[in-house]
């Protein structure tokens, strides 16, 4: 399964650094974990996972798969995108194509580096993708009712409903409001996913601050956190020169020791990635034998089945049982012999929902 995340922000507000990082990382941990640059501007990223470490520790695998997110540096947005400006037929058309957004703002003031609008201020730069993506959404939202009016001319009761649900997800983007915010009915919200409306999709915003405003941000990041309160979503304090400085460093024990000091426990690289995981509803499970240590993903709430056409369609079409092994159990027993001889084993059937994780071996037969 693949699930791609959009770093999305205005000209020199973080988001390429915070990209090249990404990378950077991930290419550090080739020897262990897969890295591919599909596009110049793409790449997929592994989850930070301890869980995966501990079973490697334990199974000494010939190979190791972890659970990856495709991460996108889309171009930097201006003002007037909704009408091309710019990049911007490009850059719309590259968020709608993401599950989610991670909306870098500048929260840091540097007269080096030049603020497209002259100026530092997160809430207007974040209002100024805001309004392009709404801009872009109402544009399709009024062809839809166009579409749908001309159907009620028939008597289409069912087009006639459509145009009101229609209007009512309008009037709301039109109020400055973003899609993901409305408290929408059923209706409604099967219609903006069918539409995939880009003010739908899960946002994190990343605030990009000095490394002095480490780890707790500043009067910046207050103001972001009190200005998108409204709308669940997720807000991680990050410095990108500071992640870039980590990259410098090869002793793990010092890199530590440099992390530490700044008050974090872990680069922020790590929560970005595992924040984006959890934004998509995304969960893992796992495969763990000597050939290889796999993690895999799955949303929130599959069940055994499905979970199971995940690592291929037969074992999904000929499902007979799973055999599920929780994750605390074996590392504490420490071997698959281990937790069968103390029954911390379960065999389960096809309405068994997967936890996250399990260590699954699947029973198939085709």
Request: hydrophobic fraction near 40%; glycine fraction near 8%; aromatic fraction near 8%.
């Amino acid at each position: 399964m693949s699930f791609k995340c959009g770093i999305v922000g205005l000209p020199n507000v973080g988001k390429s650094t915070l990209f090249n990082c990404l990378s950077e990382s991930a290419k550090a941990e080739a020897s262990n974990f897969p890295f591919c640059t599909i596009e110049p501007n793409v790449g997929m990223v592994p989850v930070p996972d301890k869980r995966m470490d501990a079973l490697i520790e334990i199974v000494k695998p010939q190979n190791v798969v972890p659970t990856v997110v495709k991460i996108v540096d889309i171009a930097g947005l201006v003002k007037g995108a909704s009408r091309g400006e710019g990049l911007g037929n490009k850059f719309l058309g590259n968020i709608r194509e993401c599950e989610a957004i991670i909306h870098v703002l500048r929260c840091f003031a540097n007269e080096n580096i030049i603020h497209v609008e002259n100026s530092v201020d997160p809430i207007r730069d974040k209002d100024i993708i805001d309004t392009e993506l709404q801009f872009k959404d109402l544009e399709l939202i009024e062809k839809r009712i166009d579409g749908a009016k001309k159907m009620t001319k028939g008597g289409n009761k069912d087009a006639v409903r459509q145009v009101d649900t229609l209007q009512n997800i309008l009037n709301f983007i039109q109020m400055g409001r973003n899609a993901r915010e409305m408290q929408a009915t059923d209706e409604e919200l099967a219609l903006i996913a069918e539409m995939s409306l880009l003010t739908s999709k899960p946002v994190m915003y990343v605030c990009n601050v000095d490394e002095d405003s480490l780890p707790n941000g500043n009067e910046y990041v207050e103001r972001v956190k009190a200005a998108v309160s409204g709308e669940n979503a997720h807000v991680l304090v990050i410095s990108a020169i500071f992640e870039e400085q980590l990259m410098g460093f090869e002793d793990e024990e010092e890199k530590k020791m440099y992390i530490e000091s700044y008050g974090l426990e872990e680069p922020g690289l790590n929560q970005v990635i595992r924040h984006a995981y959890d934004m998509l509803e995304l969960q893992t499970y796992f495969t763990a034998g000597v050939k290889e240590v796999r993690a895999w993903t799955i949303t929130k709430g599959t069940k055994a089945p499905q979970a199971a056409g995940v690592i291929h369609t037969d074992f999904e079409k000929g499902f007979i049982r799973a055999e599920v092994i929780k994750y605390k159990d074996y590392v504490h027993y420490r071997s698959e012999v281990a937790v069968k001889e103390a029954g911390k084993m379960s065999v389960e059937g096809k309405e068994y929902v997967v936890q996250d994780g399990d260590i699954m071996h699947f029973r198939f037969n085709v």
